[in-house]
């Protein structure tokens, strides 16, 4: 098979404008697969996924498509993830093709993290092939969506394809529009090149990786080099996914398929490596991704210390099949030994919790969310540190900075004074502002992460009624009037609730975290001051009172069994306390006081 | 003797006793969850023959320090048949000079010939489910009699020559306000008991009462209740009654024996539906269905339903959990000395909450008993 044939693209778009139908329609119209449900299984197969209704790992299928001019055409549909802390995610599958469709709704027009990766793609070199689906529906309006998109992308409106997913109309056109404008790949010699852009980890045959071979051949049997860990390994299979995988003797330049070298351990493998034959000439890699940079930190704790490693095997496990989580051992006073963790956003974060609490059976406590703010010393040394903990008494401080963002968002022009107000109270500015049409407009502004992170797309969304949608870049790091707020219980400072925050913010989260653990931690023996403090100065404070009744009121000779069982119960439930200090806190209380909150 | 006093809180260990169970009640009250039964009155005289077989079947003892009828409400039963029963037992076992023979009353039933009666059955002790002298909390408690039964019946009891009497006060019923308990404390100090149980209002799994508050009724309040007991207290000391334990007041030489037995892990044997006793080293409980326990004893069964047997540690443990009620205290032993190692235990002694004079160990705060019983139970039995 020569490279002439192939195509290698991916559908961008955002959720729910009809990424999944549109693949299964192409699926169909190439004879690829016919039930529907295959595609559950194959293409959406972590259930996490499906109930979130988010893709997280990008796969590929190939495809095989008889153009209209009679030519076979091997196409390679390369899936890209939805969400915002994804990104990275994106541009690696991106990494792996010479073009993109971008897919918007005709009732919905064009989002911002639609437009933020076609600039992805834009940058990476990709042809792209603007679509507009749902044209059945009643509420379409695929001029003025058409409109958007030409105006975004500077191109012609009436070049903008118009399908349905859902009756087929425009499939064909789309097809062959795909064959005719998205370049052939090219190679540049005969000897193998081939980009590692995904991979997972199955119990059965260990690492799977997902390759795009640009030069030279790929067959089963080689002895490979991974170039990024310099390890050789034999490839053991190679193969399409059709998309059941398919062994193949050999993948071609431009072709996209799998490669199973029989190692177990995923972190021996990294994705947007680049593949080679032993004994090679110097090798330029090929320009992988963007590296994925995790934006959110926190601190993660088994609530049975006795859990420690089986922590530890869990978040290996899951690093597996997620390259972004990044780890490393922590201690806290309050909550013992854990890991400190990086995340792409709070949803990467929440999806890691999860898996953990529901895969591996695991009891969490996790420290509030943290950015990586850099520190610039007296002495004159500059560092980052990941966690509040890490930060240096203040004296010792001559600059603190925190990372901004480049928030992109598009929303109906109606809500841009409501935005702007928003933004205003998360310390954001704006860097430009222009109208998609009328009724659209596409605001950017410049922003803290720690303020866009956390609930600043929930507060959006209520604010627009739904309408806004966000996309984000990291920008730079500047300095900030920062300081250190740090929880007392008893006159004891917990690690796990000290929180870095913009001086005029301290006192509000102080107030908010001291009420709420007013309420979630019970009444003690004693009375149990709870404080708020930056340095010595106490900003707010509330007290637990010393619990006055815990007693049984008749204990007589028909009842001891009885209330024997129900004192062992309860002290089952002291079980699930933790002692900060002299003080029994819930478990649950970590999680509840943390909880990131979403009302307005 | 002193209520409070270690001679007779130790000594108590060594005492025996029979507790007769009358499930029979004219209508459930919605806080209760004990073994009762309702509108079966028409059993009563099967009750009587069934619970004799029961005594009949038993091997001897040895003559009982003890003897109490609890319910349920044992007055709905004529005192005939109270006196049959207790004959039962008399002659199974037999009586001591100062054996104590007590029965539960409501106020309702009461009167002067049913004191006289029992009296001359051989009762000695009458405690009445009195409650509150408050109408408006009586019939928030489900109660079905008035102030002025209670003051009736405490006169001819004393009357018939009962030789303790006692009072239970229910505290801390959502509405009750503090002038309402106040005055239902004046009252009963005022028909000069010799006994009182004070109770705090409890929402037990399953009554009435709990279904309400989950549907929103109030629920008892704990500084309520707590300022409620701390009050009652102060006024029971100072009108000369000891407490000697959680909720038990008593005037010198009037302490419940068979309280003291309980606490003590003394050995008593329990007749009638769902009633439990206590051998050696096993506790066991009777069927709980009456027409069950029924046939179960017209057939010459033993009635028992089950029996938990305990280790020695389990023993030790409950030594502690039982014996820290008492005003009294408990001897260290093993499990004490363990928890006065243990991080728990040192914390409650840290608070005050237990007090350790080199010998016995006591509960410095009675209302927080439950969090030393809990740090009790959760001693490994390696701590021995
Ligand atoms: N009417 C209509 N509905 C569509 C079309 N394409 C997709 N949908 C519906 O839009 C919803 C989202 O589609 P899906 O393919 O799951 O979106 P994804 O999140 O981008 O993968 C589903 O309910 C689809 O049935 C279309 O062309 N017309
Ligand atoms: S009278 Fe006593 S035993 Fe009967 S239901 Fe009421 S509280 Fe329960």
């Known amino acids: ?600 | 003797m002193r209520p409070d006093s270690v001679e007779l809180a130790e000594a108590a260990a060594d005492w025996i006793g029979t507790y007769v169970h009358v499930p029979f009640c004219a209508r459930i009250c919605p806080y209760c969850d004990f073994n009762v039964v309702e509108g079966r009155d028409d059993y009563q005289a099967k009750f009587v023959t069934a619970v004799q077989a029961e005594i009949a079947a038993e091997p001897g003892w040895e003559p009982l320090d003890s003897v109490a009828f609890g319910g349920g409400t044992p007055s709905r039963l004529p005192p005939e048949a109270l006196t049959e029963v207790l004959s039962a037992i008399r002659s199974r076992f037999g009586f001591k000079i100062n054996t104590e023979i007590s029965i539960e009353a409501n106020p309702e039933d009461w009167s002067g010939a049913m004191a006289e009666s029992l009296i001359r059955g051989g009762f000695n002790r009458v405690s009445f489910g009195a409650q509150s002298f408050d109408p408006g909390v009586l019939a928030s408690l489900g109660r079905m009699h008035e102030p002025t039964d209670i003051t009736r019946g405490v006169q001819s009891a004393r009357r018939a020559g009962f030789r303790s009497i006692s009072l239970d006060l229910m505290f801390g019923t959502p509405g009750e306000s503090a002038e309402s308990w106040h005055a239902s404390v004046e009252q009963a100090v005022a028909l000069e008991p010799d006994h009182l149980s004070l109770y705090a209002l409890t929402v037990e799994r399953g009554t009435a009462l709990s279904r309400s508050i989950t549907a929103g009724a109030p629920a008892p309040d704990e500084d309520d209740q707590a300022d409620k007991y701390e009050m009652a207290q102060a006024r029971l000391a100072d009108a000369g009654y000891v407490r000697y334990e959680v909720s038990n007041f008593a005037r010198p030489g009037h302490a419940c024996r068979y309280n003291l037995l309980t606490w003590a892990q003394g050995e008593y044997l329990g007749f009638g539906p769902g009633a439990h006793g206590h051998r050696g080293t096993y506790r066991y409980r009777n069927i709980h269905r009456l027409d069950a326990y029924f046939q179960a004893v017209l057939e010459g069964r033993r009635p028992e339903q089950g029996r938990e047997a305990q280790t020695r540690w389990e023993r030790e443990q409950e030594r502690l959990m039982l014996g820290l009620r008492r005003v009294a205290g408990v001897e260290a032993g093993c499990a004490g000395k363990a928890l006065a190692k243990d991080d728990w235990g040192r914390r409650l002694f840290a608070a005050e909450l237990l007090v350790w004079d080199g010998t016995r160990i006591v509960v410095d705060k009675p209302l927080m008993g439950s969090e030393v019983a809990r740090a009790v139970l959760a001693l490994a039995s390696g701590d021995c």
């Open chain 1, 1 to 600: 098979m020569t490279s002439v044939s192939v195509r290698n693209f991916s559908i961008i778009a955002h959720i729910d404008h009809g990424k999944s139908t549109l693949a299964d329609r192409m699926l169909e119209r190439t004879g690829s697969i016919s039930e529907r449900n295959m595609r559950a299984q194959v293409l959406d197969s972590m259930d996490l996924e499906r109930e979130r209704g988010i893709t997280i790992k990008a796969q590929a299928v190939r495809l095989d498509y008889h153009a209209s001019d009679g030519s076979a055409v091997v196409l390679n549909l390369i899936d890209t993830p939805g969400h915002v802390d994804f990104s990275y995610e994106v541009s690696r599958s991106l990494a792996a093709c010479e073009g993109a469709v971008l897919l918007v709704d005709a009732a919905q027009g064009v989002e911002a993290q639609t437009l933020a990766n076609a600039y992805l793609a834009i940058e990476a070199g990709l042809e792209i092939i603007p679509v507009i689906n749902k044209i059945d529906l009643p509420a379409a309006d695929p001029d003025k969506v058409a409109a958007e998109i030409a105006l975004i992308l500077g191109v012609e409106a009436d070049g903008v394809i118009r399908v349905s997913a859902k009756t087929g109309d425009g499939i064909e056109e789309l097809l062959d529009r795909i064959v005719r404008d998205i370049p052939p790949p090219t190679s540049e010699g005969d000897e193998l090149r081939a980009l590692v852009f995904d991979s997972y980890y199955d119990s059965y045959r260990g690492v799977v990786c997902y390759v795009r071979v640009v030069d030279g051949v790929l067959a089963a049997g080689d002895t490979v080099r991974f170039s990024a860990t310099a390890e050789r390994h034999t490839a053991a299979e190679v193969g399409v996914l059709t998309p059941l995988a398919v062994p193949v003797a050999q993948l071609g330049p431009g072709e996209v398929g799998y490669l199973i070298t029989g190692v177990k351990e995923i972190d021996r493998i990294r994705v947007g490596d680049t593949i080679t034959h032993p004994g090679q000439a110097a090798v330029r890699p090929l320009p992988g991704y963007a590296e994925p940079r995790p934006m959110v930190y926190s601190g993660l704790f088994p609530s049975d210390g006795d859990d420690l490693e089986r922590l530890r095997e869990a978040l290996e496990k899951l690093r597996m099949n997620d390259a972004s989580l990044v780890f490393e051992p922590e201690t806290s006073r309050a909550l013992g030994f854990g890991f400190r963790c990086g995340f792409l956003g709070l949803l990467h974060m929440e999806i890691v919790r999860e898996r953990l609490e529901r895969e591996y059976n695991l009891d969490l406590v996790a420290t509030a969310p943290s950015v990586a703010y850099r520190v610039t010393a007296t002495d004159g040394s500059s560092f980052e540190i990941r966690s509040p903990q890490d930060l240096p008494d203040r004296g010792k401080i001559e600059l603190l900075e925190e990372p901004y963002v480049r928030a992109m968002i598009i929303a109906p022009s109606e809500y841009t004074g409501t935005i702007m107000e928003l933004v205003q109270t998360r310390r954001g500015s704006m860097d430009h502002m222009q109208y998609l049409s009328p009724e659209r407009v596409e605001l950017t502004y410049n922003l803290p992460l720690a303020e866009v992170v956390f609930d600043f797309f929930d507060h959006l969304k209520s604010r627009t009624r739904g309408y806004a949608s966000l996309d984000y870049e990291p920008g730079e790091y500047r300095i900030s009037d920062l300081v250190k707020v740090d929880i007392l219980l008893n006159g004891q400072p917990v690690d796990a609730f000290s929180t870095i925050t913009h001086n005029e913010k301290a006192y509000l989260y102080g107030k908010k975290m001291v009420e709420r653990l007013r309420q979630l931690i019970p009444r003690q023996l004693f009375d149990v001051p709870i404080q708020a403090a930056i340095g010595t100065r106490v900003i707010a404070r509330e007290t637990v009172k010393a619990r006055r009744k815990d007693v049984i009121a008749k204990c007589y000779g028909g009842d001891v069994s009885r209330k024997r069982k129900l004192l062992e119960r309860q002290k089952e439930g002291k079980k699930r306390m933790k002692m900060v200090g002299s003080v029994e806190v819930p478990q649950d209380a970590f999680i509840s006081a943390l909880r990131v909150d979403t009302e307005t």
